[in-house]
């Protein structure tokens, strides 16, 4: 039995989003845990590497937008040059857009799905085959951490694109850990409750909205972004090796209402 199955001394963690937020917070309790960090980010995810590297960790910056596939190869290419592989996967990066269904585009559809889940698929995939490989003839195993969200479970209120990308990543996840269980990687998701984040500054902004979600969570605030960094430690380390496709809310108890 290992000493310390959370440890992640030696693993090379990909985080997509990690600028700021749930991105952020899940990237430095990976860096705390022993993991050195490849920071992905639309802007430069300067403030997280700095603060992974204050923890003696190895971090270095990837400057992509996943609003395409397009970076999707690169960003796995660059994690390995500059860090030295790819161990844990934590595909955070995501947008979302309200409105209406009645009123809803096209356009806004198309931006929420292509970042929520077509790039995450595809960065699932891009990832899984530096992982295969290695586990083939070094063992180990890869990890792969998905973010998913309430929506997965429920429907929400005027982000259809953003309910149906949800749901979609608690479905994918589910797909992923069926083919890749037996190659050695775990695919899990989390499913954050109502973080204090960019996203949800309007839910926030919002009295009668926020009064309604407040009421609801058991334990009586919203999250903050470091709440997720314990169930991101469990999963990209040893102690979750017999988990799979399994999606971990950590919700404060919204739930379970």
Same mark, same amino acid.
């Given at each position: 039995?290992?000493?310390?199955?959370?440890?992640?001394?030696?693993?090379?963690?990909?985080? #997509?989003?990690?600028?700021?937020?749930?991105?952020? *917070?899940?990237?430095?309790?990976?860096?705390?845990?022993?993991?050195?960090?490849?920071?992905?980010?639309?802007?430069?995810? #300067?403030?997280?590497?700095?603060?992974?590297?204050?923890?003696? @960790?190895?971090? &270095?910056?990837?400057?992509?937008?996943?609003? #395409?596939?397009?970076?999707?190869?690169?960003?796995?290419?660059?994690?390995?040059?500059?860090?030295?592989?790819?161990?844990?996967?934590?595909?955070?990066?995501?947008?979302?857009?309200?409105?209406?269904?009645?009123?809803?585009?096209?356009?806004?559809?198309?931006?929420?799905?292509?970042?929520? %889940?077509?790039?995450?698929?595809?960065?699932?995939?891009?990832?899984?085959?530096?992982?295969?490989?290695?586990?083939?003839?070094?063992?180990?195993?890869?990890?792969?951490?998905?973010?998913?969200?309430?929506?997965?479970?429920?429907?929400?209120?005027?982000?259809?694109?953003?309910?149906?990308?949800?749901?979609?990543?608690?479905?994918? #996840?589910?797909?992923?850990?069926? &083919?890749?269980?037996?190659?050695?990687?775990?695919?899990?998701?989390?499913?954050? *409750?109502?973080?204090?984040?960019?996203?949800?500054?309007?839910?926030?902004?919002?009295?009668?909205?926020?009064?309604?979600?407040?009421?609801?969570?058991?334990? *009586?605030?919203?999250?903050?972004?470091?709440?997720?960094?314990?169930?991101?430690?469990?999963?990209?380390?040893?102690?979750?090796?017999?988990?799979?496709?399994?999606?971990?809310?950590?919700?404060?108890?919204? %739930?379970? @209402?």
């Amino acid at each position: 039995m290992m000493a310390n199955p959370f440890d992640l001394t030696g693993q090379v963690a990909v985080v #997509t989003g990690a600028n700021t937020g749930i991105g952020q *917070g899940i990237a430095l309790a990976l860096a705390a845990a022993g993991a050195d960090i490849a920071a992905v980010g639309r802007s430069a995810a #300067t403030e997280t590497v700095e603060k992974a590297r204050a923890l003696g @960790r190895r971090a &270095e910056i990837i400057s992509a937008d996943l609003s #395409t596939i397009e970076p999707v190869d690169r960003i796995v290419d660059e994690a390995v040059e500059k860090l030295g592989g790819i161990h844990i996967l934590v595909n955070n990066a995501g947008i979302i857009r309200r409105n209406d269904s009645i009123d809803f585009t096209e356009e806004d559809w198309d931006a929420v799905v292509d970042t929520n %889940l077509k790039s995450v698929f595809f960065l699932c995939q891009a990832a899984a085959k530096k992982m295969i490989p290695r586990i083939e003839n070094e063992g180990g195993r890869g990890k792969i951490i998905n973010i998913a969200s309430m929506l997965t479970f429920q429907g929400g209120i005027r982000v259809p694109s953003y309910t149906a990308s949800k749901s979609g990543i608690g479905g994918l #996840t589910k797909l992923l850990a069926n &083919e890749w269980a037996a190659k050695g990687i775990n695919v899990n998701a989390i499913a954050p *409750g109502y973080i204090a984040t960019n996203n949800t500054a309007a839910l926030q902004a919002d009295a009668d909205r926020n009064r309604s979600i407040m009421e609801r969570i058991p334990a *009586g605030r919203w999250g903050s972004p470091e709440d997720m960094g314990g169930a991101a430690v469990f999963l990209a380390s040893a102690a979750s090796d017999y988990v799979q496709g399994h999606v971990l809310a950590v919700d404060g108890g919204w %739930l379970a @209402r």
